[in-house]
């Protein structure tokens, strides 16, 4: 099976500009959550999407959105981009809702 | 709150045993999780406790006591390709939600 796909790998923006990143979850997983990993905080849960509805939100502002599609694909939307929004954001796929299995993540630097 | 606590750095020698403590404070528990991130990699799940007990998978072991809020993840025989972070992770009960901790920075000399 092939495992989480991300696009794109990298991105550089400039401050106030909005982005969007793409995740394909592995086949038969429905469960898709995205998290943003900087040095300083580790890992921190963004969303989690089950069969297009969005189930839980971590603390962000509303500039971070989401959704996920009837193939269970999943985009995340970083508007008026800031200078902190500059991590790597990772997404995840789960089976089970349990155990999840990362794609290799999207390095986006603001400028 | 939610919080969860490890240690920032070990460093251990190539064929010992290394012992990473995890520990939690969090809203709720329904699971710990340990994962595997190569530097420049995503995070790979090695093991996940839901009772309090000792999982065993190979040459990784995680351990869960749920009254002490604790956890830890061994590891034997350790390998040079073991040197990666390892990541503790909660489940908040009722919800997909999942608190990590900043990671434990695992170095194996030769």
């Known amino acids: 099976k092939a495992g989480v796909t991300q696009t794109p790998r990298y991105l550089i923006k400039t401050r106030g500009q909005q982005v969007t990143l793409s995740c394909s979850p592995i086949s038969g997983h429905r469960s898709v959550s995205w998290y943003q990993q900087t040095p300083g905080q580790g890992l921190q849960f963004l969303f989690e999407y089950f069969s297009e509805t969005q189930r839980n939100k971590g603390n962000f502002p509303g500039r971070f959105s989401g959704r996920q599609f009837s193939n269970s694909r999943s985009e995340m939307n970083v508007s008026t981009l800031e200078l902190g929004d500059s991590a790597l954001y990772l997404c995840?796929?789960?089976?089970?809702?349990?155990?999840?299995?990362f794609g290799p993540g999207t390095r986006l630097t603001v400028t | 709150g939610q919080n969860i606590d490890q240690p920032t750095e070990m460093t251990a020698t190539e064929g010992a045993i290394v012992q990473i403590n995890c520990t939690y404070q969090?809203?709720?528990?329904?699971?710990l999780f340990w994962y595997q991130q190569h530097a420049g990699e995503a995070p790979t799940f090695l093991s996940y406790?839901?009772?309090?007990g000792l999982e065993e998978k190979g040459r990784f072991s995680s351990f869960l006591s749920r009254s002490k809020g604790y956890s830890y993840l061994l590891l034997k025989e350790l390998q040079m390709k073991d040197s990666a972070s390892y990541l503790c992770?909660?489940?908040?009960?009722?919800?997909?939600?999942?608190?990590f901790g900043t990671g434990t920075r695992l170095k194996v000399l030769a």
């Open positions: 992770a909660v489940r908040v009960s009722g919800t997909y939600k999942y608190i």
């Open positions: 969090t809203s709720g528990f329904n699971g």
């Open positions: 995840a796929s789960s089976p089970r809702g349990l155990e999840q299995y």
């Open positions: 406790n839901v009772l309090d």
